[in-house]
């Protein structure tokens, strides 16, 4: 049996962005401009990525107003959290036998599990 | 960075691409997130034996026993907590920008509790400063009292808050400042001294590995 991984979360940025979030404790959240800074991603991606994570219900994002500023804080919800866990445990599942550490170009998820039944 | 960065020819994504970009994000989002870094706490160890071993120097030499503490030794005391405290603050400030939430309310409680601790632990020896009381006691007193208490205080904190790390830290020097209680006046501060820099460095090489360590890659 194959591992899959989340295909939503089986992006670099998408893959950043949520294993960012899940460094901080359950239920706290991140302001947009901090994790824009950490990310070094342009707010327009960001906000893809950020709109995509939310419909998935992965994380929620909540805007405060004071006075003209608007602050948009991103959380990653309970679902986002499992769904790390399990795309967590699915790449040790699918990278376990295999070499980690050796250099792997151009191999795609289909060719890493044909390595694996193979070996 | 878009989402084709770091994939493999065809749109696939490698896993072990992916296994090494997980693990690195989230090494760099601890690091970021975390405000007591080994950094500050290797220099913790430093200040401990630097201030505390200059303490012992001033009075290890002394018959009869004064306990008169040498105003080089004070004043380079004052300047490293200053370090301290400053370096401390900036660090819980960059942690924490942007960051909100229940567990950031509970962190900055911690900080004011314990920030309330230092301080009183400390000003309840001015009395004994003002008094002039013997110097015997003196000398054995302010070494391992106020760090005794600081440490009982924050251990039963910690653990109230869960922090495990702070509170195991927090304990280790509630049980130095115990164990310097039986230096004797002189030989307290040198206890004290090394007891400390033991446990900062112990908590430095503890949030280092817990920083480093990997979650998909061994």
Known sequence: MTAELDPLIHVPTRLRIVATLAALPDGDALSFTRLQDMLGLTPGNLIIQLRKLEEAGYISRT??????????????????RAALRAYTRALRDLLGGLDIDAPSPGNTVDEISAERMRS | MDDTAGTAPGGGFDPRQAAALLDKSTRQARRAFTPLTPLLLTFRAVVALVVFGGCWLSVRGQHPYTGHISSWAIAVAVVLVVINIGWTAWLIG??????????????????????????IGYAIT??????????????????SAPLLIIGLAGAAIAAAFRYWLLAGTALAIA????????????????????????????????????????????
Request: glycine residues 16%; proline residues 6%.
């Open chain 2, 126 to 143: 001015a009395p004994e400063w003002h008094a002039g009381s013997g110097h015997p006691t003196w000398g054995l007193y302010p070494a």
């Open chain 2, 175 to 218: 049980a130095a400042a115990a164990a310097a209680g039986f230096g004797g006046p002189a030989g307290s501060w040198l206890i004290l001294g090394i007891g400390l820099c033991a446990v900062f460095l112990g908590a430095a090489a503890f949030t280092a590995w817990r920083q480093r360590r990997n979650t998909v890659r061994p």
């Open chain 1, 63 to 80: 805007k405060t107003r004071n006075g003209s500023a608007q602050k948009t804080m991103v959380t990653l919800t309970s679902l986002g």
């Open chain 2, 94 to 119: 960059r942690a924490g920008t942007g960051v909100s939430g229940p567990a950031q309310r509970r962190w900055q409680a911690w900080t004011g509790i314990m920030a309330a601790a230092w301080i």
